[in-house]
């Protein structure tokens, strides 16, 4: 077995000494439940980890990542993931992170057949699609790559804003929050987008307001 595998263990042995070290009772209070007040969205990429960058402690961010943040409403995973923060934990925020060299969205960029990739990639192609004018009024290459992540972020924050469960909690709680953010790998610095939460759920509200129902309501005045 190699060595870099059997690191781990022994990386993992150091942290369960540290952290009891600190605190006697840290695992046993651990093992209890979580209640994080966050939801994070992120990328799959390894150098873009949720509770690293934010400095978070175990127990703090519920997290799901996948290619490029993609949110679709037809991804088991992701809605499954949604669906139980707002309706179980009652997380705050939902966060939708993106990062600049996202190896998904230059992929989406490239004119090439990517295999089983091609119907992942194609949720970020109908971003390009959807603000093409935008993106090819920029000639820098690299700009426009970084305009497409940050677009792509925001896109996502719609898709979950157009979930039910998001609008029928936020309707009754007034939360969740969504985010959209960037992380910048060049500096380590997350970049908040200010994603106009309210203003984007009253926009799209004649299209997609799933918060008239009988039920939501009454649930509302208990």
């Not at 969205?105 to 490239?110: G, P, Q």
């Not at 820098?140 to 996502?156: A, C, P």
């Not at 908040?192 to 939501?216: A, C, G, M, P, R």
């Amino acid at each position: 077995m190699s060595q870099s595998y059997e690191v781990i263990f022994e990386n993992n042995r150091k942290w369960v000494e540290s952290k009891i070290s600190q605190d006697p009772e840290f695992f046993h209070e651990l093992a209890k439940t979580q209640n994080p007040d966050y939801l994070y969205i992120g990328c799959s990429d390894s150098r873009a980890t949720a509770e690293e960058i934010m400095g978070a402690k175990p127990g703090e961010v519920f997290v799901h990542r996948n290619i490029a943040n993609v949110v679709n409403t037809l991804d088991m995973s992701s809605t499954a993931v949604i669906q139980y923060a707002v309706e179980h934990l009652k997380v705050k925020h939902i966060i939708v992170c993106g990062h600049y060299n996202c190896g998904g969205v230059k992929a989406a960029m490239t004119p090439q057949d990517l295999g089983l990739l091609n119907p992942w990639l194609r949720n970020i192609r109908d971003v390009y699609r959807l603000h093409q004018a935008e993106l090819d009024s920029i000639e820098d290459e690299g700009k426009r790559y970084d305009k497409l992540v940050e677009l792509n972020v925001q896109e996502q924050c719609i898709n979950v804003i157009k979930m039910a469960c998001v609008q029928e909690r936020y309707i009754i709680d007034e939360h969740p929050v969504v985010h959209g953010w960037v992380f910048d790998l060049r500096t380590g610095k997350i970049i908040d987008l200010e994603i106009d939460f309210e203003k984007i759920l009253k926009d799209i509200q004649k299209i997609y307001n799933l918060t008239s129902s009988d039920w939501v309501m009454s649930r509302k005045t208990k």
